[in-house]
């Protein structure tokens, strides 16, 4: 199984500012299969980022993914106070899909 | 715009089996993957398993392998999943969610359904 580990645990920053939020796979990843999503309290998870760096439909265009291989990266360019959640990437590998543990993006 | 619409709160004893159904709207019912997620309290996301057009379902074998059943009725277009032998483990909250065939990404998801496992 394809372990993803995602850092900072939790990332403080107020609004206005960047964030950059990193998913490293213990084995390689094809971009194809990785993807990122945003989940608020409550709420369902909601698609960000597929393919490593396709927005999906609606996101708006402060967030972008990058990355290959082992390393991929999430970021928001210019936090806006709903931007402030969990986020967690994805990938699919060996038949199965796995979660990273999740970052938590909070209000400094 | 397909709407997932996930059946209410459940509370089981260990031992029981719990039923979540996953409807959907829309009439592309049949041609979509649903997989299903769950989330323990505070923790992070965890696959459950797939179940494709043809009814032909595949599960993680890490925590559901023999304890899953996915099934769906394309009469009612709703999608459903039980897992059995319940354990105090198994309270989460499970997600329904739609792929597109070969996208690897989960564009819709139901509201989700919560379960509880306590003697």
């Known amino acids: 199984e394809i372990v993803l580990t995602q850092s900072p645990g939790t990332l403080s920053l107020s609004p206005g500012e960047r964030a950059t939020l990193s998913c490293r796979a213990s084995?390689?990843?094809?971009?194809?299969?990785l993807a990122w999503y945003q989940q608020k309290p409550g709420q369902a998870p909601r698609l960000l980022i597929y393919?490593?760096?396709s927005r999906a439909t609606g996101i708006p265009d402060r967030f972008s993914g990058s990355g290959s291989g082992t390393d991929f990266t999430l970021s928001i360019s210019r936090l806006e106070p709903e931007d402030f959640a969990v986020y967690y990437c994805?990938?699919?590998?060996?038949?199965?899909?796995?979660f990273g543990q999740g970052t938590k993006l909070e209000i400094k | 715009q397909v709407q997932l619409e996930q059946s209410g709160t459940e509370v089981k004893k260990p031992g029981a089996s719990v039923k979540v159904s996953c409807k959907a709207s829309?009439?592309?019912?049949?041609?979509?993957?649903i997989h299903w997620v769950r989330q323990a309290p505070g923790q992070g996301l965890e696959w459950m398993g797939i179940?494709?057009?043809?009814?032909?379902?595949?599960s993680n074998p890490q925590n559901f392998q023999g304890r899953v059943t996915m099934t769906r009725d394309t009469s009612t277009t709703t999608v459903y999943m039980e897992l059995s032998s319940l354990r105090s483990e198994d309270t989460a909250v499970y997600y329904c969610?739609?792929?597109?065939?070969?996208?690897?990404?989960?564009?819709?998801w139901g509201q989700g359904t919560p379960v509880t496992v306590s003697s």
């Open positions: 969610a739609r792929e597109w065939p070969n996208t690897f990404k989960f564009d819709s």
């Open positions: 829309g009439n592309t019912f049949t041609s979509y993957y």
């Open positions: 179940i494709y057009p043809t009814g032909v379902f595949t």
């Open positions: 084995q390689r990843v094809s971009s194809t299969f």
């Open positions: 393919g490593a760096s």
């Open positions: 994805q990938q699919f590998g060996s038949s199965r899909y796995t």
